[in-house]
């Protein structure tokens, strides 16, 4: 009797595992697949179109999670050490102490913005001294990563490279579709509409390559938040004050928050704005900064961010 009531509840609990587990215990089975870690979902997207059936690719950081401060939970030393290949985003956007010496131990990782930095240093962002890691926001940047992951698929599993190079051939081409349609969808704002205030200091390349009019060099005038590239830096009064002084200078109507970043900051320059006489009103619908949320791949959440972002630049404030 006490071995079937133990067999009863090994299937009740095997029932209760979460769909999620499943997946994640499949990537650590030996199935002929490369298998393939990123730090965030947006590289694991762009590995998982150009690896296809022959890659098994894996996002550790998932969900709302901040990629900036994220440390190593109960599981990731082993994906690590299960890992065939490593890709991360680097200048410096991994800067959680365990995970920054996970990635730098790993003889196999390859930060994917690196061959970017080494051969085109001009397009690199620095603020307030160090690099903005979210190369990602602009497509046309992002495009970049596809040869180091290509390069590095092709070393591990030269019997798939011709397929490799074929599909990320084809990615570029979607990409850079995808990067057109957007470029001319925000440029048919009013130029005096373009100028974006969000959580953090996120959408810089965003704001270079898609609200600047062409060669515009003052075009930082035109993105401002309240809160850091990381966004677990502290906000005083004077950062709510000054955001609140950029929006009544360019006339900013709306604020928009991103889905993995407290509110807190904008509403309170919403509410010194009414102090002001302001009439001042956050997005019903977030951004995606340093999070995918819910969006099914990267292209759909770039392709989201720039919907938002006109719509909102067109509406009216009532």
């Known amino acids: 009797m006490n071995r079937f ?7 009740l609990l095997a029932g209760c595992v979460k769909p999620s587990s499943l997946k994640q215990e499949k990537w650590f089975q030996s199935d002929g697949t490369v ?11 762009i590995v998982a179109e150009i690896g296809g059936d022959q890659v098994d690719a894996h996002a550790l950081i998932k969900g709302e999670l901040d990629p900036h401060t ?34 730098d ?24 001294g160090q690099y903005d890691p979210h190369v990602w926001m602009d497509i046309a940047m992002w495009v970049d990563t596809i040869d180091p992951v290509v390069d590095a698929l092709c070393a591990f599993d030269p019997e798939h490279a011709a397929l490799y190079r074929s599909r990320g ?5 979607k990409m850079c579709e995808a990067d057109r349609e957007i470029y001319e ?34 075009w930082q005038v035109r993105c401002k938040a309240p809160e850091g590239l990381a966004p677990e830096a502290q906000m005083s009064i ?47 619908h977030m951004l995606y900064g340093d ?8 292209l759909d959440m770039v392709e989201h961010n720039a919907r938002v972002i006109a719509r909102e630049f067109m509406a009216k404030n009532g």
């Open 5 to 11: 009531l133990v067999f009863v509840c090994a299937l």
């Open 35 to 45: 298998k393939v870690l990123t730090t965030t979902a947006m590289i694991a997207d």
């Open 70 to 103: 994220y440390e190593l939970v109960k599981g990731d030393d082993e994906r690590f050490v299960r890992a065939d290949l490593i890709f991360y985003n680097g200048l410096g956007l991994e800067h959680g102490l365990s995970l920054r010496e996970s990635l």
């Open 105 to 128: 131990k790993h003889s196999r990782a390859t930060a994917v913005t690196q061959k970017l930095l080494e051969t085109k240093p001009e397009t690199i962002l620095i603020v307030e």
């Open 169 to 173: 051939e084809a990615l570029r081409i």
């Open 185 to 218: 969808m925000l440029q048919a704002v009013p130029p005096e509409k373009r100028y974006l205030v969000t959580s953090h200091d996120a959408f810089n390349y965003f704001t270079r390559h898609y609200l600047a009019a062409p060669g515009e060099s003052n």
């Open 238 to 284: 004077s950062d709510v004050i000054e955001v609140v002084s950029h929006a009544q200078n360019w006339g900013v109507e709306v604020l928009f928050p991103e889905s993995n970043v407290s509110q807190d900051a904008l509403k309170k320059i919403v509410d010194a704005g009414k102090k002001r006489g302001m009439t001042l009103r956050l997005s019903s």
């Open 291 to 298: 999070a995918m949320g819910e969006s099914e791949s990267y």
